[in-house]
């Protein structure tokens, strides 16, 4: 066997490895070293680490066990620190867990005994460190750089005893540190030394926007900002001094400023060194037998940040090295991205601004939105384009721009779309070489394989085999698209219609199975129908059907519930929480206003706003103020956090309205005050109208009931405003206030049994049909309607207001800010 020495175990080692197991499995006998203690894991996902979001664990790529599973000695925690290339043996020397991993020295390792490993190749992929601008003080306590998981800790730990923090970089890395560090209730300021924030990847008018948004959440950014010093007394830290004189009080500073490539171990080991570590189109260094990728390389001059070009050059270095073709050459990256900035979607490719009077400049802005969407076009291609706060073309565009396809003559097309809606771009007629997922760096060739040769049928099928389509999800149209390229359909996988991932059958075989087994908790369903192996991703779906099938006897394991139902509120995106009180119809009384203002003082709420339901939302609670603010409102809880009825909105009806035809505000209190608290798949919003003008927008929400002549009411269901718009489908009309509950409750429960989780009213109505829903809610044609109402009976009467919990909490630390620590199983946030 070929003995192959990897240095490095990160992104770029850990992948060439696996595009090398995939062409030869069985010739390699590889060897990795991994400065760091643990397996292979994402930093693009650090910060979700540090802001809470996700646990450590969460972002790993290859756990410790892949290393195993493939025959792969692994030496984590040691630096590998010289190349004997007379000897042919690579030095690692071990590490102290808490060193730091990219310290340009070493200086504070403690070495033990050095591991010597023979090698027949070498691949290099020490990545690189987090560049330091030079600035007095910055050593010492308080000063952090942002790069490691270990760095994470590190912050969050300290942030605990400050009150602010400045973040030094205003590119990526920066803002994302800036994100992880709200959530640990410090005043963030970033700062950054160009005229405007993300440099590389926005013109001057997004960059403004950007940062326009980042004030809103509460930052402040300062541009044209060089940090000169780092102010100590005591030891600690207390402000920052700039280049122009002034200063900031700060009690912390993270460095996020860019990086450079670590060369140590090739400089030492006498091979061609630059900026970074020189390699050839084939990525062999100035020895033939090691190779270099990753951060750490300089290629035709040119050093690389970002993921994609580590994805080609591993590419290239496999195909090379395994034989499989030794012509295999990379030639340089077009540059783009798609990302998530402070919560703010971003797509940007290429040149963000004309080169010259030619080329030409198509933009598209809502500025009061967020978006902005710009093109640069050159002789007839796209050399670049930004996409900020709208990415639905990102996909799109990303293909055009690498593969240097010609634009439309109708340019709107490339932002919105074509009149006709026939696609821009088909998968089929790009070359086997396209980048069909950027996020994980596979081509279209591997998923024609996938489909050929693994018998792949289904884009989720396709995405476990590859990982397309498992990172930010906008592929997952190419996949589908070649797959009915090459199959002639995309083939049904009944993994897709699971209920949850982690239990193997659809909604009525589980509900059954668990009336069957008469299953009352997450944990037993897992131990009587997952063979006890728990996913953490199914437990909220889970916990919310039990919940729908037992209202009294459920065993809620509040592990099992995401952030928002354990503690009642809406987490935000600092980490703190809006709470919004129950008002019935949207009507309220001079009392129970006076109480939320002085709810907004006493506990100094940054905002109170109307939402669009009537209500009185207020914004950027602390998670253990929670229940004084409960108590002292005195107000039951409007469910504006979780996946239930939430409101029912009304117009004024015939109370005062002259137009008013029926009484909207009597039924909207009613309809509120008995489904209040009912969980379903998804939030419900219900709305009702004192006459066809349909002021409330009944029209438009899941369950709506609009008045007609002769003091009859029309039901509609399945409507939309939100990121869908669809008018509802009429139901039925009917004569009574009491008709209108039942035909509602109805409705819930059968939703309720029947929608898929996380499926809205409006896919579940176009999924089953309007006529069928009629047949079996308005004529019985299943002879259900009885057992519906009263199973919609039995959870109304099994409500019991959460917000109570502030008197009796349901677990020790509940409402304290370590139970922020638990992970966030489910990225879907209750909007």
């Known amino acids: 066997m070929t003995r192959l020495v990897v240095i490095g175990n990160g992104m770029a080692g850990a992948r060439v490895v696996e595009e090398i197991l995939q062409r030869a499995p069985g010739r390699f006998d590889i060897v990795m070293f991994g400065a760091e203690p643990y397996g292979n894991y994402n930093r693009i996902l650090l910060s979700n680490v540090l802001n809470g979001s996700q646990a450590a664990p969460d972002i790993f790529m290859n756990p410790l066990s892949w290393y195993v599973e493939n025959g792969i000695t692994l030496h984590a925690g040691v630096r590998a620190v010289r190349i004997d290339r007379d000897r042919r043996i690579v030095v690692g020397m071990p590490l102290r867990k808490d060193a730091l991993a990219y310290a340009a020295d070493a200086k504070s390792d403690e070495a033990l005994e050095p591991i010597e490993e023979p090698y027949d190749h070498v691949i290099i992929a020490t990545g690189a460190r987090p560049f330091v601008p030079p600035m007095e003080g910055f050593d010492g306590p308080g000063a952090f750089l942002f790069r490691t998981i270990d760095d994470c800790s590190r912050i969050a730990d300290y942030a605990r005893g400050c009150r602010r923090a400045a973040v030094i970089g205003g590119g990526l890395l920066g ?286 099928k396709v995405g476990a085999c590859t990982k397309a389509g498992l990172g930010c999800g906008s592929c997952k149209g190419l996949v589908a698209q070649l797959l009915e390229a090459y199959l002639g359909e995309v083939g049904y996988d009944p993994t897709e219609h699971y209920y949850v991932p982690g239990v193997p059958l659809e909604k009525s075989q589980l509900v059954a199975e668990i009336r069957r087994r008469k299953l009352m908790s997450v944990s037993a369903v897992f131990k009587e129908l997952a063979d006890g192996k728990e996913d953490p991703a199914s437990k909220v779906g889970l916990a919310s059907l039990l919940k729908t099938i037992w209202p009294d006897e459920y065993a809620d394991e509040r592990d099992a519930r995401f952030i928002n139902d354990r503690v009642h509120a809406n987490i935000q995106k600092d980490g703190t929480f809006s709470v919004v009180p129950r008002i019935y119809a949207g009507v309220t009384t001079a009392d129970e206003l006076m109480r939320i203002a002085q709810v907004a003082v006493k506990y100094e709420v940054p905002m109170v706003k109307f939402t669009g339901g009537q209500r009185i939302d207020l914004l950027g609670i602390k998670k253990d103020d929670l229940p004084g603010v409960w108590k002292d409102l005195g107000m039951p809880s409007g469910h504006a956090y979780t996946k239930s009825f939430r409101t029912c909105k009304s117009c004024v009806g015939t109370d005062f309205c002259r137009y008013g035809v029926g009484d909207s505000i009597g039924l909207a209190q009613k309809i509120e005050r008995r489904f209040q608290g009912v969980e379903s798949p998804h939030k419900m919003k219900l709305a009702t109208a004192g006459c066809p003008r349909n002021c409330s927008e009944a029209l438009v929400k899941d369950i709506g009931a609009v008045a007609i002549e002769g003091g009859r009411w029309e039901i509609y269901v399945g409507g939309a405003a939100g990121g869908s718009v669809r008018k509802g489908d009429l139901l039925c009309t009917v004569d009574t206030h009491d008709e209108v509950l039942t035909i509602i409750g109805r409705f819930i429960q059968y939703y309720r049994e029947h929608g898929r989780y996380l499926e809205r009213t409006y896919h579940f109505l176009e999924r089953l049909g309007i006529e069928n829903l009629r047949k079996i809610l308005i004529e019985d044609s299943l002879g259900i309607c009885a057992q519906l109402d009263a199973n919609i009976q039995k959870a109304v009467e099994a409500y019991r207001d959460p917000w109570q919990e502030a008197v009796r909490p349901a677990y020790h630390a509940q409402f304290t800010a370590a139970e922020l620590a638990y992970t966030l199983e489910v990225a879907e946030s209750n909007g």
């Open 175 to 460: 803002l994302e540190a800036a994100r992880g560090l709200l959530t640990h209730e410090v005043e963030v300021t970033i700062l950054e030394a160009a005229p405007q924030l993300m440099m590389a990847q926005l013109d001057s008018e997004s960059g403004d926007m950007l940062r326009a948004t980042i004030g809103g959440m509460g930052m402040t950014v300062l541009t044209n900002t060089i940090t000169t010093r780092v102010v100590r007394s005591e030891g600690r830290i207390t402000g920052l001094e700039f280049k122009d004189g002034s200063s900031l009080a700060t009690d912390m500073v993270v460095v996020s400023a860019g990086i450079r490539p670590i060369t140590e171990i090739a400089a030492v080991s006498g091979l061609a060194v630059n900026r970074g570590i020189v390699c050839d189109d084939q990525m062999r260094t100035s020895d033939p037998a090691i190779f270099a990728l990753g951060e750490c390389v300089e290629h035709r001059g040119t050093t690389y940040g970002l993921v994609d070009p580590i994805w080609d050059m591993a590419n290239v270095l496999a195909d090379v090295i395994t034989g499989t073709n030794p012509g295999a050459a990379y030639r340089g990256s077009k540059l783009g991205t798609k990302l998530k900035v402070m919560g703010v979607e971003l797509a940007s490719m290429g040149e963000t601004r004309p080169a010259g009077p030619d080329d030409e400049v198509v933009v598209y802005r809502e500025p009061r939105h967020g978006i902005y969407k710009k093109l640069i076009v050159r002789n007839d291609a796209i050399a670049g384009a930004i996409l900020l706060g709208e990415t639905e073309a990102a996909s799109t565009l990303t293909q055009m721009f690498m593969a240097g396809t010609a634009v439309p003559e109708r340019r709107a097309d490339l932002f919105f779309g074509t009149p006709t809606g026939v696609a821009l771009l088909k998968a089929s007629d790009l070359p086997d070489n396209a980048q069909i997922c950027n996020c994980n760096g596979i081509s279209k060739r591997r998923i024609v394989e996938a489909i050929e040769t693994q018998g792949c049928k289904s884009v989720s």
